[in-house]
């Protein structure tokens, strides 16, 4: 009788030993009943805790600007000091999570966090409180997204399910930044604040689910582990309620120093391309391109709607190809793009260059993350040092930005320049994760290990 353990398939049931459940998005829900609650939680979560946050930070400088009459250079402060408050609760808050083997109460906790900003917003009335909100409220509620793909990696899933949910995630950012405009442009500006609240709300409700269905699943691993054979893969060391599922993380790598420092820096390079080539591309297009303003927003969008197929072709091929190979392609492809773009002053060709820049940031997205979820201990380290990445890319983009000051070409010197920093990243990643595959944990293949329960069975 097929039996499953912690949302993987156990011995005996004639598939791979310790493979996810096809389309399981791996909570670590246990039996095949609560599975099916949680394979929704974990998508229903990227979707709606994505929502809020997609929905809250484009407009926290349009809302310090109307609300609060901020100037230019007191919004710049304000968001410099929030910013580096998330960068410093992206190491406290994962390293805690880490130590104590719990991601789910962190999400909730920032879920609250967002409710708590944008509720302390609709009833602050001078700018000086409102940045304290904001440093101290939104700054860490940015955590949320790193605690969720860091519960999904520690729950056992591998590469390819991660990177399915970070598709998610990329459709909530589709939706969020138009639909927070639209309704404070069809009902004022304090409205969008009641809606952030609601979706917050329902992230709440969500994460808490989430900490249940996995506290449930601790439970049932702990009772299966005493009651367990040594055949039970629920049984013996990390089986216990302490767990955090670490014992069932796929292919975990011994990686080695060099390429942690190299794939990790060229990572913040690309990171700091990608901000900086959204900043920059209304500008190539009307004083480069010489082309309306509204083509920016086309080649924008198409590369948003783009994204989450993207991703989940980037999920794929993580089934066959390493994640330094495609994280070397995607900056190959990055490049190109970024090269070629102030050559083409055609609509047509704009829009059309999004298929290479979404490949290229899907892999920057999605397999970076995975990667460093793989080379990195800890789930939650992972994802914060994942997110302060891309902390820190922007702020590299400032100075890459001023390059348009230099000569007649504007823009398009800074694209160029974007693209030497993606081809050098790319080169880099290659060099160092060339061997990358031989340093993984012994182990047949998938593949292999299937064939072969087959035959013993």
Excluded at 174 to 186: F, H, I, K, W
Excluded at 351 to 357: A, F, H, K
């Amino acid at each position: 009788m097929t039996r499953r353990s912690g949302g993987r398939i156990a011995p005996g049931d004639g598939g791979t030993a310790g493979a996810p459940i096809p389309g399981d998005w791996s909570t670590g829900a246990g039996p095949v009943a609560s599975a099916r609650v949680t394979r929704f939680l974990v998508p229903a979560s990227a979707l709606v805790g994505g929502l809020q946050l997609a929905l809250l930070n484009p407009v926290i400088a349009l809302l310090l600007a109307s609300l609060f009459d901020a100037g230019p250079g007191e919004v710049g402060l304000v968001l410099a000091i929030m910013n580096a408050s998330g960068f410093l609760a992206a190491i406290l808050i994962p390293a805690w999570a880490d130590r104590h083997g719990d991601y789910t109460r962190p999400m909730i906790l920032c879920a609250a966090l967002t409710l708590a900003t944008v509720l302390a917003l609709a009833v602050v009335s001078s700018l000086t409180l409102a940045g304290i909100v904001l440093v101290v409220l939104a700054g860490p509620a940015g955590v949320w997204s790193g605690m969720l793909f860091a519960q999904q990696r520690a729950s056992g899933a591998d590469s390819e399910q991660v990177v399915r949910t970070r598709a998610v995630f990329s459709v909530a950012w589709v939706a969020g930044p138009p639909l927070a405009t639209g309704v404070m442009t069809g009902f004022g500006d304090r409205a969008v604040l009641l809606l952030i609240a609601a979706v917050a709300a329902g992230s709440i409700a969500l994460s808490i689910l989430l900490d249940r269905a996995v506290a449930s699943a601790r439970k049932r691993r702990s009772e299966a582990g005493d009651a367990g054979s040594p055949d039970d893969p629920d049984a013996g060391p990390g089986s216990g309620p302490d767990t955090t599922g670490d014992a069932a993380l796929p292919e975990q790598r011994r990686t080695g120093r060099l390429e942690l420092v190299v794939v990790t820096a060229a990572i913040t390079a690309l990171q700091a391309g990608n901000a900086g080539s959204v900043t920059a591309m209304p500008l190539l297009v009307t004083d480069h391109l010489a082309l309306a303003p509204v083509w920016a927003g086309a080649a924008l969008g198409t590369c948003a709607a783009l994204e989450a197929p993207a991703l989940l072709l980037m999920g794929r091929l993580t089934r066959s190809l390493r994640p330094t190979a495609l994280l070397a392609a995607g900056a190959v492809l990055g490049a190109v793009y970024y090269a070629v773009v102030p050559l083409l002053a055609s609509p047509v060709a704009l829009v059309g260059l999004q298929i290479l820049n979404a490949l290229s940031i899907a892999a920057l997205s999605g397999i970076a993350l995975a990667w460093m979820q793989e080379a990195i201990a800890g789930p939650g380290l992972a994802s914060g040092i994942y997110l302060n990445s891309r902390r820190v890319g922007a702020i590299v983009s400032g100075p890459l930005l001023g390059l348009a000051a230099l000569g007649t070409l504007g823009y398009a010197i800074t694209f160029w320049a974007f693209a030497l920093l993606a081809a050098l990243a790319g080169l880099a990643i290659a060099l160092v994760g060339r061997d990358a595959g031989s340093r993984r944990r012994p182990g047949p293949p998938r593949d292999s290990q299937a064939e072969t329960k087959g035959k013993v069975a």
